[in-house]
């Protein structure tokens, strides 16, 4: 079944794959810098009233909690990357590596960058684990 | 005409004759600045044919015609002439603060002719320009050098200090020149050349600005960039990383070469080495060049242990890699240790570090033995030889002096296959970019005019999608592992990297702004009115083609615009490797190159190039 994008419904699922992921598992094995926030814009064109941000309570390779939270609560994640929609969507569908995305200024990074730097593998099995999800988009 | 103080400092070394010289107008828009001007020089004035280290080859120090302005990056000189390591065109850019100073002094250059009878070094303080004996600072190391001029001629104001250490004195094949220690024009061997001029170093200090051409509107601009730069996320990396910044990411695009370029990606070499792990350790301080809004230089200190340091400049990336991941080498206070020994000798990290690969390489081949390096055990993972390396290879003892000659020449003394484990094009070494994962890179490295080069391209930025330059008509998405529609992607990168080198801007800044940025920072600072995007690529065209002119005078073919062996070999059964051939084919078309790698006719004189024709003997279209 696909799950929409963004919805609470899509974070549980991507939470189960995360913690299905070998991968991630040993990549994010070291993490101890506190929860990401993913936060996509506000976009009405494609339903999206106001900004909506995905918690991730990421620790030692596992993801303890996920939720929908609004910007107000996103930003108090010690890292919070934010673009709009569009982005968001070509990251899931792997088409954007969000290292080049934040790069690019296509996605705004709020947080220590070393830290993420350090982690670049563990988020790009972040990312995998995103486009593993069987993903409807509410534009389409 | 802004940009420019119109005065070319010439000195005969074989007379001591001073002399003042200008180029006209129209060549130093045509040439921008920089290596392009110098490229143009030598090719007007110079026996090319000459031996790279005798008194014929000129050694050119030249600024461009932003070097010293406040625009970000904008610190930045080059230093040119024939390579006493590759035979073809050389040149090496530099940040720090000596290229500003010379404009503030009053010069847009300095040529050395000829060669001295015995050390010497310039002190220019703005109009005066004068020979001093140097004989008791020869031997002494860059950082001892620049110590005892800077205490000598200070007077409550700083000089710049550009100098050769042991490994130009000795005339090692890849020495660089250092600006106050932290700072090196390291590649192709510039270091030699001086070292051949017996010119231990210039020391600058200047007492006038650079003024730009528009006033009002460079102001205007100034304030946009430096907002500009001060957000962009490349920018913020390097600040707080440094270049090393660049480990991390690498390791994950296998862009980071491994054991001399065999093995596959290793994440605990890129933890262990990584900017993140500079920081935690070893940074005392951030450190910029002049003008700079950036900051990516590093300060370090080991503070114990065999690698103990002092306080000064830390290891760019390439180092990191030369000393770090090329010999599998985890301990990051040792690479802090052999890049404090490659500064004070005045060595390039990237070719003397690929030097000392080899050397490891050959060693657990069978190819050399104990006995051929004195005793040394070149163990994969131990730096500790490759510590005793460069300080043999910058006193040309032992192997050293074998290794002095370059990574070429040295395979092809140990021989038994020792060539095929080389790494570079036209006698330069690779820098650490593993085209494997970058296919443009590769056409980058194969036709780059002084040899496998990083930095007359912004394919680093464009094909890793750091930077996107559209009004270039450049894309933003390019697959890294794919050679098609690459070659398009690289003439225009070349296009624009090309004239970084010659205005004299840092490709790091460029790599923050726009084309259009970079082309109104041209603009406002000479005047030209009609300088535009359009302009700035055909200016990059017309230098690469003049340099490319000068290769061919100097026998290079289209066999060697090519890629080593080892790049061409994949890493792994599922690996893949460059299409070399498809990538060459079609840049020669979009250069507009025959069949032997020269500019055609037609091509030299839609470029506004008439007057190379004749010499490179080219008839009919």
Redesign the interface.
């Known amino acids: 079944m696909a799950y929409r994008f963004p919805s609470e419904e899509w974070t549980k699922e991507y939470q189960r794959t995360i913690n299905s992921s070998e991968d991630y598992k040993k990549s994010g094995a070291t993490w101890t810098a506190g929860p990401v926030c993913l936060v996509v814009s506000a976009n009405p064109s494609v339903g999206l009233d106001k900004e909506i941000g995905i918690w991730l309570g990421l620790q030692k390779g596992v993801c303890e909690e996920i939720k929908i939270v609004t910007l107000e609560e996103a930003q108090k994640a010690p890292f919070v990357i934010t673009g709009d929609y569009a982005r968001w969507k070509q990251v899931v569908l792997g ?3 969000p ?2 995305g ?4 296509k996605l705004k ?1 709020k947080g220590d ?3 993420i ?2 982690y ?2 563990a988020s ?1 099995d972040l990312v995998k684990c995103a486009s593993k999800v069987d993903t409807q988009f509410v534009d389409e | 005409m802004g940009g420019y103080k119109n005065r070319i400092l010439e000195m005969d070394l074989s007379t001591g004759k001073k002399d003042i010289s200008d180029v006209g107008e129209d060549d130093k828009k045509r040439f921008v600045g920089g290596s392009g001007l110098s490229a143009k020089l030598f090719f007007d004035r110079f026996d090319i044919r000459s031996n790279a280290l005798s008194p014929e080859n000129p050694l050119m120090v030249m600024t461009g015609p932003l070097t010293g302005t406040n625009l970000p990056g904008t610190s930045r000189f080059v230093v040119c002439g024939k390579s006493p390591l590759t035979g073809i065109w050389g040149e090496s850019a530099c940040g720090g603060n000596f290229g500003s100073e010379l404009k503030m002094a009053g010069w847009d250059g300095v040529v050395f002719m000829g060669v001295s009878e015995k050390p010497v070094f310039l002190l220019i303080e703005d109009s005066r320009c004068e020979l001093h004996d140097a004989s008791d600072l020869w031997g002494m190391d860059i950082y001892q050098t620049t110590d005892f001029l800077k205490a000598s001629y200070g007077d409550g104001k700083q000089v710049k200090v550009f100098a050769i250490g042991r490994a130009g004195e000795n005339l090692v094949k890849f020495a660089g020149i250092g600006n106050d220690k932290a700072h090196f024009a390291g590649r192709t061997g510039m270091g030699a050349l001086m070292g051949s001029k017996k010119v231990k170093a210039i020391v600058v200090r200047g007492s006038g600005v650079a003024e730009p051409a528009l006033q009002e509107e460079y102001r205007s601009l100034l304030k946009a960039l430096i907002t500009k730069v001060k957000a ?3 920018a ?2 390097l600040r ?2 440094g270049t090393d ?1 660049g480990l ?2 690498g390791m ?1 695009t296998n862009d980071v070469p491994i054991k001399n370029w065999t093995s596959p990606q290793d ?1 605990d070499l890129s ?1 262990n080495l ?3 792990s500079l ?1 935690e350790k070893y940074l005392t301080r951030g450190h910029s060049c002049y003008a700079c809004p950036i900051g990516c230089k590093r300060v370090v200190k080991v503070a114990e242990g065999p690698y103990k340091t002092e306080e000064g400049p830390g290891p760019e990336y390439e180092t990191c890699c030369t000393f770090g991941t090329m010999i599998v080498n985890k301990d990051l206070a040792g690479v802090i240790k052999a890049n404090e020994l490659c500064n004070r000798a005045g060595m390039d990290t990237i070719s003397g570090g690929a030097a000392i690969a080899l050397a490891y390489e050959c060693y657990e081949k069978g190819i050399i033995t104990r006995k051929d390096t004195d005793g040394l055990e070149l163990q994969w993972g131990n730096i500790d030889p490759a510590l005793k390396l460069v300080e043999m290879i910058a006193e040309r003892k032992g192997i050293g002096s074998i290794l002095a000659e370059g990574t070429r020449s040295a395979a092809a003394k140990f021989g038994r296959g020792a060539e095929e484990l080389v790494v570079d094009v036209k006698g330069l070494d690779a820098p650490m970019h593993d085209p494997r994962g970058w296919h443009g890179m590769g056409l980058g490295y194969a036709v780059s005019t002084r040899g496998a080069c990083h930095l007359q391209h912004m394919t680093l930025y464009v094909e ?5 330059y559209p009004e270039t008509g450049l894309e ?2 390019y697959k890294g592992p794919q050679s098609e529609g690459k070659a398009g992607m690289y003439l225009i990168s070349e296009n624009l990297g090309v004239p970084c080198n010659s205005a004299c801007l840092c490709i790091f800044v460029l790599g923050c702004l726009s084309a259009s940025d970079f082309a109104e920072m041209v603009r406002v600072t000479t005047g030209w009115k009609d300088f535009d995007v359009a302009e700035l690529l055909k200016s990059g065209q017309r230098i690469n083609l003049l340099k490319r002119t000068i290769n061919a005078l100097l026998g290079m073919k289209r066999e060697d615009d090519r890629l080593p062996k080892r790049i061409l070999t994949p890493l792994s059964p599922e690996g893949n490797v460059p299409d070399i051939d498809l990538m060459l084919r079609e840049y020669y078309t979009l250069r507009g190159l025959d069949e032997m790698g020269r500019p055609k006719r037609e091509t030299l004189e839609k470029a506004g190039l008439g007057e190379l024709i004749s010499r490179l003997c080219l008839t009919g279209s």
């Open positions: 088409q954007l590596d290292i080049q934040m790069m690019q200024g990074l960058l070393p830290t730097v350090r670049v593998k790009q | 962009s996320i490349p913020r990396a707080e990383m910044s991390d990411l994950m994440f933890f990584g900017g993140p920081i890793q999608g750091m930077s996107a933003t998405n």
